[in-house]
């Protein structure tokens, strides 16, 4: 399970990040629910006290799967489970999430209007990573978000240790990313996120173990990486280790808390 190691040095950041994964009601056309989380339930979150970071992750309707096809691993989205949009909340300190109770309870009632699904996904301190990857003039301008199933039989040590040491090394040293993010998950508990009114079912062999922002120049970019040469090399690496690889075209990522502030408008 070696992965060629790059002589990049690599300039991370450590942060306290937690993913909540957003279905949107069927009810309701799809971008009644997607335009009330970005605008009123975006109000809601942005005022938690002790946040360093809010994002909304707006996922893309028609997302198969971009992951090339690999043998033994899960790379077309089924249907039945495909995400709408993700919420990056990143927290100032491992206290900061006891702050927020008053406006967590105004965000468990306001679920119900606009999504059917909800799951956070929590990690430690340090678990998440952002990597500087991008000078500082280049912007993103295509995004994908993948979601990694661990593997039976692989343990939890090992599979973060090669998202850490060997997975995010390679990828930035491809040269080619303008965002690269990581976050490695605690084994998923459904009461740290159980609103009332949504579903919050997550069978065992449907659930997340990692994630990964990657972050393009352009859609041009974007493509070639995914059918490129290095897109198949991690495949081989990946294989062994994981039974799913998840991976998401990305509308838009709106930022709304940024450095602790929240900000006037939003920000992509």
């Known amino acids: 399970m070696s992965m060629p190691s790059t002589a990049v040095h690599l300039d991370v950041k450590k942060h306290l990040t937690s993913s909540i994964l957003l279905w949107v009601r069927t009810d309701q056309p799809r971008q009644t629910g997607m335009d009330h989380w970005k605008g009123p339930h975006s109000g809601i979150i942005s005022a938690?006290?002790?946040?360093?970071?809010?994002?909304?992750?707006?996922?893309?309707?028609?997302?198969?799967?971009?992951?090339?096809a690999t043998g033994g691993v899960e790379t077309s989205i089924p249907v039945d489970r495909k995400?709408?949009?993700?919420a990056e909340v990143t927290f100032r300190s491992a206290l900061a999430p006891s702050q927020g109770r008053k406006q967590t309870?105004?965000?468990?009632?306001?679920?119900?209007?606009?999504?059917?699904?909800?799951?956070?996904?929590?990690?430690?301190?340090?678990?998440?990573?952002?990597?500087?990857?991008?000078?500082p003039d280049e912007r993103v301008g295509a995004r994908v978000l993948v979601y990694l199933r661990r593997r039976d039989g692989v343990g939890a040590r090992e599979f973060r240790k090669f998202v850490k040491k060997?997975?995010?090394?390679?990828?930035a040293g491809t040269g080619v990313l303008k965002?690269?993010?990581?976050?490695?998950?605690?084994?998923?508990?459904?009461?740290?996120?159980?609103?009332p009114n949504v579903a919050h079912d997550n069978p065992h062999d449907q659930r997340f173990?990692?994630?990964?922002?990657?972050?393009?120049t352009d859609t041009?970019?974007?493509?070639?990486?995914?059918?490129?040469?290095?897109?198949?090399?991690?495949?081989?690496?990946?294989?062994?280790?994981?039974?799913?690889?998840?991976a998401y075209d990305v509308d838009a990522a709106l930022t709304y808390v940024r450095n602790g502030d929240i900000l006037p408008h939003h920000q992509e």
Not at 48 to 68: D, F, M, S, V
Not at 179 to 195: A, G, S, V
């Open 209 to 216: 173990h990692a994630s990964l922002i990657l972050g393009f």
């Open 48 to 68: 938690t006290p002790g946040l360093e970071e809010y994002r909304q992750i707006h996922l893309a309707e028609h997302n198969p799967g971009r992951w090339p």
């Open 220 to 246: 041009a970019a974007r493509d070639g990486f995914f059918t490129g040469r290095v897109i198949q090399g991690l495949s081989e690496q990946l294989a062994p280790l994981v039974s799913a690889i998840h």
């Open 166 to 171: 060997q997975l995010a090394p390679a990828l």
């Open 83 to 86: 995400i709408d949009g993700v």
């Open 179 to 195: 965002e690269l993010r990581t976050q490695t998950f605690l084994p998923w508990i459904q009461k740290l996120w159980d609103t």
């Open 105 to 135: 309870k105004l965000a468990y009632a306001d679920e119900i209007n606009v999504f059917r699904r909800t799951l956070l996904y929590a990690g430690p301190p340090n678990s998440s990573r952002w990597y500087g990857v991008a000078g």
